[in-house]
């Protein structure tokens, strides 16, 4: 493993220590910042050789890479029963975050069946088109279940002896926490390394269709 390297500590100052030597990172700016528990996932901080380098700064040019690595972030979140998130942060999404989360119902009952757009309609005679391209609208089986932030500085200004005055099961649960995160980030940066290995880049043009208004005279 890269980034969860060591033995789990079993006393409560080797669990002290490990946790408040973790790297963090800042979430927020403004008068308060906060930290959370994080990892640094610049290209020089992965561990590549030299042609992984250079086949990842390619790679990074696309749109879409990190379309690739979100299943091992989701995967996390759903370990952790939406209780818990990670989040990429910085600059080109050079650090991964650890976030605490909620799963929630945003409330939306129906969709379209052609451009996919989300109501919080039921769909009933009187409304059974989608507002926005005009299709037909379908009631949702079931509620969806989105994500969200609700803490951002997991642990922030929390230091060694602070940690010394939790309990051995508060510090337990908070080891087995960061080290599912470390866990989670090294499957992530071996996803990521697959991904150098499976996937080259290429460029293609893409017609986008646009509306445009003009004058035509009248016959």
């Given at each position: 493993m890269f980034?969860?390297?060591s033995a789990a500590p079993k006393t409560k100052d080797g669990i002290a220590k490990f946790?408040?030597?973790?790297?963090?990172?800042?979430t927020n700016s403004g008068v308060?910042?906060?930290?959370?528990?994080?990892?640094?996932?610049?290209?020089?901080?992965?561990?590549?050789?030299?042609?992984?380098?250079?086949?990842?700064?390619?790679?990074?040019?696309s749109d879409d890479y990190w379309r690739e690595l979100r299943g091992c972030l989701r995967g996390f979140?759903?370990?952790?029963?939406?209780?818990?998130?990670i989040s990429p942060m910085g600059r080109n999404s050079g650090h991964?975050?650890?976030?605490?989360?909620?799963?929630y119902d945003p409330g939306y009952k129906s969709t379209c069946r052609q451009c996919g757009?989300?109501?919080?309609?039921?769909?009933?005679?009187?409304?059974?088109?989608?507002?926005?391209c005009g299709g037909l609208r379908s009631n949702l089986k079931k509620p969806l279940?989105?994500?969200?932030?609700?803490?951002?500085?997991i642990d922030h200004g929390v230091t060694y002896r602070d940690m010394l005055d939790w309990s051995m099961v508060d510090l337990q649960d908070r080891l087995d926490l960061v080290r599912a995160f470390d866990s989670a980030c090294d499957i992530t940066r071996s996803a990521f390394i697959r991904l150098l290995n499976e996937f080259m880049l290429i460029e293609q043009?893409?017609?986008?269709?646009?509306?445009?208004?003009?004058?035509?005279r009248i016959c």
């Amino acid at each position: 493993m890269f980034f969860n390297t060591s033995a789990a500590p079993k006393t409560k100052d080797g669990i002290a220590k490990f946790l408040s030597g973790h790297p963090r990172y800042q979430t927020n700016s403004g008068v308060h910042p906060l930290t959370s528990y994080s990892h640094c996932v610049k290209l020089h901080r992965l561990g590549l050789n030299r042609s992984e380098s250079e086949k990842a700064a390619s790679i990074m040019q696309s749109d879409d890479y990190w379309r690739e690595l979100r299943g091992c972030l989701r995967g996390f979140q759903d370990d952790m029963q939406g209780r818990y998130q990670i989040s990429p942060m910085g600059r080109n999404s050079g650090h991964l975050v650890l976030f605490e989360a909620e799963v929630y119902d945003p409330g939306y009952k129906s969709t379209c069946r052609q451009c996919g757009h989300l109501s919080h309609q039921l769909v009933s005679p009187q409304s059974s088109h989608c507002g926005e391209c005009g299709g037909l609208r379908s009631n949702l089986k079931k509620p969806l279940s989105w994500s969200r932030v609700i803490g951002s500085g997991i642990d922030h200004g929390v230091t060694y002896r602070d940690m010394l005055d939790w309990s051995m099961v508060d510090l337990q649960d908070r080891l087995d926490l960061v080290r599912a995160f470390d866990s989670a980030c090294d499957i992530t940066r071996s996803a990521f390394i697959r991904l150098l290995n499976e996937f080259m880049l290429i460029e293609q043009v893409v017609m986008v269709p646009q509306t445009v208004k003009r004058l035509e005279r009248i016959c």
